[in-house]
């Protein structure tokens, strides 16, 4: 059964880092796009960052460019977001979410379209002092 888990939420300050993680079972990583999404009460769901495990593309969202980094360990089955710089506009669920594909067109897509075939329960993050 394919299954995506999120752990490293949690309460910073702002200024702060945090390091989100999304382990992968029942599917390997290769010819995936992995994508990281948050939620903020009253808002919709956005994408933050995507990866596609295969080639390393990357995309980012505009409000973390320079902040945020996602990599991917295919090995472990995981994929890491390192949050640096939080801001208090930064709190939300943060999910994890797989769609099939690779390269940056699928990267791009996924992230912008807010699409996944399967997803996380996701992790709670809030920056506040």
């Known amino acids: 059964q394919l299954q995506l888990v999120e752990s490293g939420g949690g309460l910073v300050q702002p200024g702060g880092s945090l390091r989100l993680s999304c382990a992968a079972s029942?599917?390997?990583?290769?010819?995936?796009?992995i994508g990281w999404f948050r939620q903020a009460p009253g808002k919709e769901r956005e994408g933050v960052s995507c990866?596609?495990?295969?080639?390393?593309?990357?995309y980012y969202a505009d409000s973390v460019k320079g902040r945020f980094t996602i990599s991917r360990d295919n090995a472990k089955k995981t994929v890491y977001l390192q949050m640096n710089s939080l801001k208090p506009e930064d709190t939300a669920v943060y999910y994890c979410?797989?769609?099939?594909?690779?390269?940056?067109?699928?990267?791009?897509?996924?992230?912008?379209?807010?699409?996944?075939?399967?997803w996380g329960q996701g992790t709670q993050v809030t920056v506040s002092s």
């Open positions: 979410a797989a769609e099939g594909g690779f390269g940056i067109t699928r990267v791009q897509a996924m992230c912008v379209m807010t699409r996944g075939d399967y």
């Open positions: 029942g599917f390997t990583l290769d010819y995936y796009v």
């Open positions: 990866i596609s495990s295969s080639t390393g593309s990357t």
